[in-house]
């Protein structure tokens, strides 16, 4: 072909006018729970495709519901009114209240994410990595990869797996990275339209390394921090840095290793590492901190804790009030589980207050993990409220991302090698070479593809005591965004108030998920 048909091609692709071009509606499907998945296959899946801003003065809205919407955009007019306020509850912005600004939102590549990925034909894989990574996807930005094995492995091994290997010169990545892991993140990025932000976690040492001589139950690092398992565990890290850099992966981040608190607990069903917060701060001033820091990635990002909330903020305290181990640390990342135990303003807020210069990252979520309410439940809108609810709640206290578990697994919830079975949004069908979005997927996506990276959070608030959930940001182009939820059974109308522009009539029908976009002048 000339090269002039390709400018012809471009040209026409480009000149699609409208807001909803390239959207592919939902194929929705019922398996007797409260709402729907979409299904998608090789050739197939539902996509609102990219989402401009209408013109100045005009607003869209994108709603989501347990009755069957899935992101169904619409675009209306902001409403200029000049007599006064209108009776019932407004939701006002208020742009010169501002807050943190976010990095992103993300899901993470395990092994049985990529097992469930790569099951499929090449065609569905590639639909479902476009649909989280694509600019035709939801908008991830962020994707956390375990250090070798997890509960969600079909084995258990580490990357020293060689008794007494102290310099780790037997250090080998596992065939889930080089088979499964690195290819798969290596497509993601090539379709992303940023640069990804990778998230490394660690769930335990090698068995050699540890008081209990095994990657499961109780147990931590022998000796002390400053001692060899402890500097060996460090320059694992680095290891494991530099191998995925052959690959030209480089992390953004790395946490101090999964759920600290669950190697302390008598018995632990599945891998982990047992820290206590006086442990992790001495362990990071002397072993991990200078290690990253004489690496060559000093500036990866080091996050602490990436264990429940309500560990906060006496985690933060022990481990950020000592100066030596402070200096190398950039964040605070936070699981959801039990997050109803301890409030958001208790665990997060005393949390950003008391340390405002560490972030908060949530780096852990899943659902179906709680005795009676375990495993998948395809079209659970339950479900996406809870997402839905927890990203707001989270981000209303600082947080400035939020990271799924995994970013895909099998009807059954797994693999795992424990059977610790979860929910994933999505559902992976190989038999019928398909996979389900579930209503959690959306719930993600009304924030993840209308909260760009650097999107700083604004003061929003409502006239009267209402139950509606919402959070309000503006973008760096200086558009606005704001969430709403309502997790109730009736339907609310109301109104949102931008005192530079004027106000947006809206209803958010029970059970639903709005998200609203608009030009707002740039005079924020
Ligand atoms: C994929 O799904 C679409 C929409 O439901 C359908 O028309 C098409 O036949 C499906 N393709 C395959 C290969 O099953
Ligand atoms: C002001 O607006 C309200 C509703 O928006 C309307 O009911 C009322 O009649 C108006 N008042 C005047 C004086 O125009
Ligand atoms: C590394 O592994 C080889 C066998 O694969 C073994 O011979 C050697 O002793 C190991 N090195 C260390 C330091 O453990
Ligand atoms: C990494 O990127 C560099 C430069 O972009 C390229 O030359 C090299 O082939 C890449 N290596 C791998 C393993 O992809
Ligand atoms: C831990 O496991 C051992 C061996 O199976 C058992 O004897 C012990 O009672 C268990 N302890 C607890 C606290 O469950």
Request: charged letters at 15%; proline letters at 6%.
């Amino acid at each position: 072909m000339a090269p002039w048909c390709f400018l012809l091609v471009l040209v026409i692709i480009s000149a699609e006018p409208n807001l909803c071009s390239g959207s592919r509606k939902c194929v929705g499907r019922h398996f007797g729970h409260s709402s729907v998945v979409c299904e998608c296959n090789s050739t197939y899946c539902d996509s609102i495709g990219s989402v401009p801003l209408p013109p100045l003065g005009q607003y869209s809205s994108y709603l989501s519901s347990m009755e069957g919407s899935r992101l169904e955009a619409r675009q209306g007019q902001i409403q200029v009114r000049t007599n006064g306020s209108a009776p019932g509850l407004r939701l006002t912005m208020d742009p010169v209240q501002k807050y943190q600004r976010l990095r992103g939102f993300g899901g993470a590549m395990t092994d049985a994410a990529a097992i469930n990925i790569l099951s499929l034909s090449a065609g569905a894989q590639e639909q479902l990595l476009q649909q989280y990574f694509s600019s035709e996807g939801i908008g991830y930005s962020v994707v956390r990869v375990p250090m070798a094995s997890c509960d969600f492995s079909t084995r258990l091994y580490t990357y020293a797996d060689t008794p007494g290997d102290y310099n780790l010169v037997n250090f080998t990545l596992a065939p889930e990275d080089v088979d499964m892991k690195i290819p798969l993140l290596k497509r993601a990025q090539a379709m992303s339209p940023q640069p990804l932000h990778l998230l490394a976690s660690a769930w335990s040492a090698p068995a050699w390394m540890k008081t209990n001589g095994a990657l499961v139950g109780k147990g931590s690092l022998k000796g002390q921090p400053g001692g060899k398992e402890h500097k060996a565990w460090a320059q694992y890290y680095i290891r494991f840095l530099e191998e995925y850099a052959k690959y030209n992966l480089t992390f953004w981040a790395l946490t101090t290793g999964n759920e600290p608190s669950a190697g302390l607990i008598t018995n632990y069903s599945f891998q982990a590492l047992g820290f206590t917060p006086e442990e992790q701060r001495d362990w990071v001033a002397l072993d991990l901190g200078p290690a990253v820091r004489s690496s060559s990635f000093p500036q990866t990002h080091i996050l602490i804790l990436d264990d429940n909330r309500l560990l906060l903020p006496y985690w933060a305290t022990v481990v950020l009030s000592d100066v030596h181990a402070a200096r190398y640390i950039h964040g605070v990342a936070v699981h959801w589980y039990l997050d109803s135990f301890v409030p958001a303003e208790i665990s997060l807020g005393s949390t950003h207050h008391l340390y405002p210069e560490y972030y908060l990252f949530g780096t852990e979520a899943c659902a179906g993990w709680s005795t009676g309410d375990r495993g998948v439940k395809l079209g659970s809108w339950e479900r996406a409220e809870q997402y839905a609810h927890d990203i707001i709640q989270d981000l209303n206290q600082y947080v400035v991302g939020w990271t799924d578990w995994n970013l895909a697994l099998d009807q059954a919830g797994g693999p795992n090698w424990v059977k610790n079975f979860v929910d994933s949004p999505v559902v992976v069908d190989a038999q019928r070479d398909v996979f389900y979005k579930q209503p959690t997927f959306y719930s993600l996506a009304h924030f993840s593809k209308f909260l760009w990276e650097g999107s700083q959070r604004v003061g929003v608030s409502a006239s009267e005591e209402t139950p509606l959930e919402f959070t309000a940001f503006i973008r760096p182009d200086g558009s606005a965004v704001l969430i709403v939820l309502n997790r109730s059974s009736d339907v609310i109308q109301f109104e949102v108030w931008d005192p530079a522009l004027g106000y947006i009539p809206c209803t958010a029908p029970a059970r639903s998920l709005l998200t609203l976009a608009w030009n707002t002048l740039n005079t924020h």
